[in-house]
């Protein structure tokens, strides 16, 4: 057990949506880093001894900002931790952890793999349907 005890799981799941929203309102309002424009926070995960608060992020222009959005994230994190330990009220605020989250970029791959596919399987269903025009009309 830790030094601060075990919450529940669904506390910690409340605590890490309210750091979530907090946190996107602070980084919107309060924090003035042009690194830190255009970023998403895709999600905030709490131990369940309150230590740590892993926040997930991203950005429109997906990996190719990771280090600079996570250094400007570091940079921040002191303010950031002081900022939201006034708004939720914990008796040890945890430690601010960011960390890339690719998932929103991994989707876009895939969906343009499964449109590069539609696209084949409907210009070969395209190329079937002509070719079999041809053979009823006894061309070949």
């Not at 690194?35 to 950005?59: H, N, Q, Y």
């Not at 400007?72 to 950031?80: I, K, R, V």
């Not at 969906?111 to 009309?137: C, K, N, P, V």
């Amino acid at each position: 057990m830790g030094v601060w005890g075990v919450v529940s799981k669904s506390r910690a799941i409340r605590i890490a949506e309210r750091i979530r929203d907090d946190l996107a309102e602070l980084l919107i309002r309060r924090v003035h880093d042009p690194r830190l424009v255009g970023i998403t926070i895709t999600g905030v995960e709490v131990d369940r001894e309150l230590a740590f608060a892993t926040i997930f992020v991203s950005a429109v222009e997906g990996s190719v900002r990771s280090a600079e959005i996570l250094a400007g994230l570091e940079h921040a994190q002191g303010f950031l931790r002081t900022e939201l330990a006034r708004q939720i009220e914990l008796r040890h605020f945890p430690r601010l952890r960011f960390r890339w989250d690719p998932t929103p970029e991994n989707a876009e791959a895939i969906e343009r793999i499964l449109a590069s596919l539609a696209r084949d399987e409907s210009t070969s269903s395209y190329q079937e349907q002509d070719s079999d025009l041809d053979e009823a009309d006894g061309n070949d």
